[in-house]
């Protein structure tokens, strides 16, 4: 048990290290540049000033962090179940793929920052505009995820049910998504990294609160250190939720899980 436990330790430590130190050297670069130079904190705040600001107006940060959240995790679970569907349907029917995948693909050419204000136009300051924004920003990686993992199954284990008398949908629960998981959870990890930028962004093009407005606001009043806090904040938030992508797959499909680690 301690020679297993030594060893993800090691393997944790390898793998935060190197970024941790980068980090941490980009803050004193940047901690020196700005007390060398005497900049505006208008300007460019250093990061123990951001840090003083973001404690000092912690509770209203948190105030505007809950809302974010929350649009956060409806728009991703809207989008959850629209690319399951999806994929799920492009995955039974064939004419269905040939004429959405295409459509798909082409839909990441439309630019969100033209299409965020417009729906606050079209449906106001409420909740849909932004969980229309998360759902388009994530449903891609998602669905495309989703379609190619079904498609890249085994197909000996599907011609073998096949030839035991079994059905689409057998073949389709026992093979064909235990198959897809590994692309899915990969998938997943890309469009929760986009949820909250994609929240942020769309309470940034118009909202009552949340981060996005927050830094609109403390952008409007020259507050450049809450600005940064508050982009702390949705860094953190991004971090978080993507760490907790890995604490499902380890419970969903822990095989795969150590299969991957060797």
Request: hydrophobic share 55%; glycine share 8%.
């Amino acid at each position: 048990m301690i020679a297993p436990a030594r060893g993800r330790a090691r393997r944790t430590l390898t793998a935060v290290l190197p970024p941790l130190v980068l980090v941490v050297v980009g803050l004193v670069v940047w901690q020196w540049a700005v007390t060398s130079t005497g900049v505006r904190p208008q300007v460019l705040p250093s990061p123990l000033r951001v840090l003083e600001q973001g404690w000092r107006n912690r509770e209203l940060i948190w105030t505007h962090t809950v809302p974010t959240l929350q649009v956060t995790a409806i728009g991703f679970a809207c989008s959850l179940a629209l690319s399951w569907a999806l994929a799920i349907a492009v995955d039974f029917s064939r004419w269905l793929r040939r004429a959405l995948t295409p459509l798909l693909v082409a839909s990441q050419t439309i630019p969100i920052i033209v299409i965020a204000p417009l729906l606050i136009i079209w449906f106001g300051f409420g909740l849909l505009p932004k969980v229309v924004v998360i759902a388009l920003v994530t449903f891609f990686p998602i669905a495309i995820g989703l379609i190619e993992g079904f498609a890249a199954t085994d197909r000996k284990a599907t011609d073998l049910l096949r030839s035991m008398g079994a059905s689409r949908w057998q073949r389709f629960r026992y093979v064909r998504l235990p198959g897809a998981l590994p692309s899915f959870f990969t998938a997943l990890r890309i469009g929760i990294t986009y949820a909250v930028t994609g929240a942020v962004f769309a309470e940034y093009a118009g909202a009552k609160e949340g981060l996005g407005i927050f830094m609109s606001l403390q952008k409007n009043s020259f507050r450049t250190d809450l600005v940064l806090a508050a982009v702390v904040v949705t860094a953190l938030l991004s971090i978080g939720l993507f760490g907790l992508t890995h604490l499902v797959e380890r419970l969903v499909i822990p095989w795969h899980v150590k299969r991957r680690r060797g």
